[in-house]
């Protein structure tokens, strides 16, 4: 287990992130890193809302502060990111830091659309890795969702 402060963040069942990598290898990704778990709230897919909520908490200590340092720096910024789910449903949105809140979101149109083509629903638990697909430069930086 990886150790955050005095917490021990969580780990996926490692037969389970074998199947994922299996998955995403098939789709051209390269430096994936299991980010978290989540039950997604029936308040990530609301309509209005257009966001997926993450508490700094659970984010702390992963990869997601790795790929993407400039979200502590700039506090409210959006910075792109393409969503990727198994099968190839592939969105583009963003993410951002509240520091207010401590909070990190993944948000915009694109992630709504993106939890309907992939069947994300409340109630449904969801890993998510940190991964990169190549476009000629470091990668593009993406987001990989798993339902489990």
């Known amino acids: 287990m990886d150790v955050v402060g005095n917490m021990k963040r969580p780990r996926i069942d490692p037969a389970e992130e074998a199947r994922h990598r299996e998955d995403m290898d098939g789709l051209g990704v390269h430096d994936a890193s299991w980010a978290l778990a989540k039950k997604v709230g029936w308040s990530d897919l609301l309509p209005d809302q257009r966001r997926m909520l993450l508490f700094e908490k659970t984010v702390r200590g992963g990869p997601i502060p790795e790929l993407f340092p400039e979200l502590a720096e700039l506090g409210h910024a959006r910075i792109p990111v393409t969503l990727l789910g198994a099968g190839g449903v592939e969105e583009a949105a963003h993410i951002r830091y509240l520091p207010s809140s401590r909070t990190y979101r993944i ?3 694109g992630w709504l659309r993106f939890a309907e083509e992939s069947g994300i629903l ?10 990169r697909r190549d476009d000629g ?8 969702f798993f339902r489990s």
Not at 137 to 144: H, I, P, V
């Open 107 to 109: 948000i915009g149109s």
């Open 122 to 131: 409340a109630g449904h638990r969801i890993h998510l890795y940190t991964c």
């Open 137 to 144: 430069g470091d990668g593009e930086r993406c987001l990989f």
